[in-house]
């Protein structure tokens, strides 16, 4: 059973940094690729980042290109964002999901094409 567990979420100040993980597990993951997006209260849930293939190539939204980076242990099964000089607006719940091949490249930004999810970990910043 495909498992996604998020963790590394908690307050910290406007431009200050976190990293998020998600650990993924009941299979090997190699030929898979994983996204992150958040949902603040009252708003549709957001691409954010993602990652495709044995780290082949990685898509950002516009709101955190430059600030934040997505990147992968296959070894581990981990998947990773870093984030840095973090905005009030980065404030939401941040999920990890993971999607079967063939998925790849633009479309791992559309929220459908990811069959399994996490439960999220909250990111709030404060100004």
């Known amino acids: 059973q495909v498992q996604l567990v998020e963790s590394g979420g908690g307050l910290v100040q406007a431009g200050g940094s976190l990293r998020l993980s998600c650990s993924a597990s009941g299979r090997t993951f190699d030929n898979w690729a994983f996204g992150w997006f958040r949902q603040a209260p009252g708003k549709e849930r957001e691409f954010v980042a993602s990652i495709s293939t044995d780290n082949g190539g990685t898509q950002y939204s516009d709101s955190v290109k430059g600030r934040f980076t997505i990147s992968r242990d296959n070894a581990k099964n981990a998947i990773y964002l870093q984030m840095n000089t973090l905005k009030p607006d980065d404030t939401a719940v941040y999920l990890c999901?993971?999607?079967?091949?063939?998925?790849?490249?633009?479309?791992?930004?559309?929220?459908?094409?990811?069959?399994?999810w996490g439960q999220g970990t909250q990111v709030t910043v404060s100004s």
């Open positions: 999901a993971a999607a079967r091949p063939p998925a790849t490249g633009i479309f791992l930004m559309i929220s459908s094409v990811y069959g399994y």
